[in-house]
C-alpha cells in the first residue's frame, strides 16, 4: 500500500527542479524520494490549487509567492487527487484510488478496519470498493464489472499496510521540510517554508516536522 498523489503538471515549469511525468500519473509518497521527485510533488499540489479559494486576497508578486498561494491559502479547500494504492506483489492486481478520492481523506480507510463499513472510491467509468465482511476485506478494481479483479486482505494485514502509510507519510514530510528550507526559505521568507510544511503535515493529517537549521 502506498500514499500517491496524482500529477497534473502546467504546460511549462522553471521554478525549482521536477521530474518529468505523464499528466495523471500517481507519484508515489515516501522516504526515498530525490529533491527534484519531491518538488514535482510540490509542484502537482500547487498547481491542483492554484486559483486558492474564495475570498483569498491576491499573491505575492514573486513567481514562486504566487504559485504557491493557492496552496498556502486553500483553509478547509485543502485536497489533493489521489489516494490509497495496493498492490498485490503475487498476482500484480493494483487497486488504484478512484476519480472521487484524495490524499485528505486516507483515514477514511480506518472505517473499513475499525466499523466494517465499506467504501466506495469513485464511479463510472471505473468504480472501486472496499469492501469488508467479517474478518477480511476484498478491495475491488471495478464493482461495475462482475468479474472484476480484486486483492483479499484480512483486516489485520490492512491495518498493517495503514500503519505503513503514516511511515511512508511521515518520512516524506522530513524530505519535504528539508526541500522547502533549500527552494523556498532561501530565497524567500522562512516563514514562507514554514508554512508549506504546515500544510503538507495538514494535508496527511501528521505532525508537522522542524525546518532543518540553517547551516
Same mark, same amino acid.
Given at each position: ?14 521554478? !525549482? ?24 510533488? /510540490? ?8 486559483? %486558492? ?12 509567492? =504566487?504559485?504557491?498561494? %493557492? ?26 484510488? %478512484? ?9 477514511? !480507510? ?9 467504501? !466506495?472510491? %469513485?464511479?463510472?467509468? /471505473? ?42 507519510? =511521515? ?7 528539508? !526541500?522547502?528550507?533549500?527552494?523556498? =526559505? ?8 514554514? =508554512? ?20
Amino acid at each position: 500500500m502506498q500514499p500517491v498523489l496524482e500529477i497534473v503538471p502546467p504546460d511549462s515549469f522553471g521554478l !525549482w527542479p521536477v521530474v518529468d511525468v505523464e499528466p495523471f500519473a500517481l507519484l508515489p509518497l515516501h522516504g526515498g524520494l530525490s529533491p527534484a521527485e519531491v518538488g514535482t510533488v /510540490v509542484m502537482g499540489l500547487a498547481e491542483y490549487l492554484r486559483e %486558492g479559494g474564495e475570498g483569498v486576497p491576491p499573491g505575492p508578486d514573486d513567481p514562486v509567492g =504566487a504559485f504557491l498561494h %493557492g496552496l498556502l491559502t486553500a483553509g478547509e479547500g485543502l485536497c489533493a487527487s489521489g489516494g490509497l494504492q495496493v498492490t498485490d506483489t503475487s498476482t500484480g492486481v493494483v487497486f488504484r484510488p %478512484g476519480c472521487c478520492d484524495g490524499l485528505e481523506d486516507r483515514r477514511d !480507510w480506518y472505517r473499513v478496519t475499525e466499523a466494517g463499513e465499506p467504501l !466506495w472510491y %469513485g464511479h463510472e467509468p /471505473v468504480t472501486p470498493a472496499a469492501l469488508p465482511h467479517g474478518d477480511t476485506v476484498r478491495l475491488v478494481v471495478d464493482t461495475g464489472l462482475s468479474d472484476s479483479e480484486e486483492i483479499e486482505l484480512s483486516v489485520g494485514e490492512l491495518r498493517g499496510l495503514l500503519a505503513g502509510v503514516d511511515r511512508d507519510l =511521515a518520512a516524506f514530510l522530513v524530505l519535504a521540510a528539508d !526541500w522547502a528550507s533549500v527552494h523556498v =526559505a532561501s530565497v524567500h521568507a522562512p516563514t514562507r517554508a514554514a =508554512a508549506l510544511v504546515d500544510v503538507l503535515a495538514r494535508l496527511t493529517d501528521l505532525p508537522a516536522p522542524d525546518l532543518p537549521p540553517k547551516p
